[in-house]
């Protein structure tokens, strides 16, 4: 089925260890973007991609690395996790056809990590 | 930094009352999105507002664009049960470089 899928929906990790969330979107959307959602800030921008080998930093980018070496993914990797890490993300691409920031985003279900 | 205010952040009202949630800046936006999320899934776009002034209507859902376009809100008629879920709003353009979102209003409608 068209759409986008995250992966792993859950995951508990220690901290200090590497750990990687998956994002794949069968649209061929050009934008594609990480979220992480906390109580009391809302949804904010990790990092985000215009087209395939083309990323940049979001609101909250330090302590993770994205890649973009296909168009359908975009795997967010937390090189050594921290408890302060803990949250639950969101990947979610847009197809841009009304600009960068007014086109719609089509959100995943999200990958609910816990670091010990 | 551009900032989206929600309010309120909490609603707990009864099955067949009207609500309305606002989402407040002091920066313009070139639109402005809104979104409902439920548990264990991501927001969904409900409606995107372009024109300072702009009403849109979503069966119950009445969604206002400010005539300055710095405000915006979400007005349920006659809530029902499942409406119930996190709404999100997320403003775009305006000077920030990315799509800000507020921290969002949590509806419970108690049948």
């Known amino acids: 089925d068209a759409g986008i899928t995250q992966s792993p929906r859950y995951k508990i990790t220690e901290t200090g260890r590497q750990v990687t969330l998956m994002c794949h979107q069968t649209?061929?959307?050009?934008?594609m973007f990480w979220y992480r959602q906390d109580l009391g800030h809302g949804l904010r921008l990790i990092y985000y991609?215009?087209?395939?080998?083309?990323?940049d930093k979001g609101e909250v980018p330090d302590g993770y690395v994205v890649s973009r070496s296909k168009t359908e993914n975009f795997p967010l990797t937390l090189e050594s996790a921290t408890r302060s890490q803990t949250s639950v993300y969101f990947c979610?691409?847009?197809?841009?056809?009304?600009?960068?920031?007014?086109?719609?985003?089509?959100f995943g279900n999200g990958t609910r990590l816990t670091v010990t | 930094t551009q900032l989206l205010k929600q309010s309120p952040q909490f609603l707990s009202i009864q099955e067949g009352e009207n609500l309305t949630v606002y989402c407040n800046s002091s920066?313009?936006?070139?639109?402005l999105q809104w979104y409902r999320q439920e548990p264990g899934e991501g927001p969904v776009l409900l409606v995107t507002v372009v024109t300072g002034g702009e009403v849109k209507k979503l069966k119950r859902l009445t969604f206002q664009f400010g005539d300055a376009r710095k405000d915006s809100s979400l007005h349920i008629t006659a809530a029902q049960p499942g409406d119930t879920g996190l709404y999100l709003c997320?403003?775009?353009?305006?000077?920030?470089?990315?799509?800000?979102f507020g921290q969002g209003t949590r509806l419970t409608i108690n049948p």
């Open positions: 920066s313009v936006f070139s639109s």
């Open positions: 979610a691409s847009s197809d841009g056809t009304q600009g960068r920031y007014n086109s719609p985003l089509h």
């Open positions: 991609s215009a087209a395939a080998d083309i990323t």
């Open positions: 997320a403003g775009a353009g305006g000077g920030a470089q990315k799509l800000v």
């Open positions: 649209w061929s959307h050009s934008y």
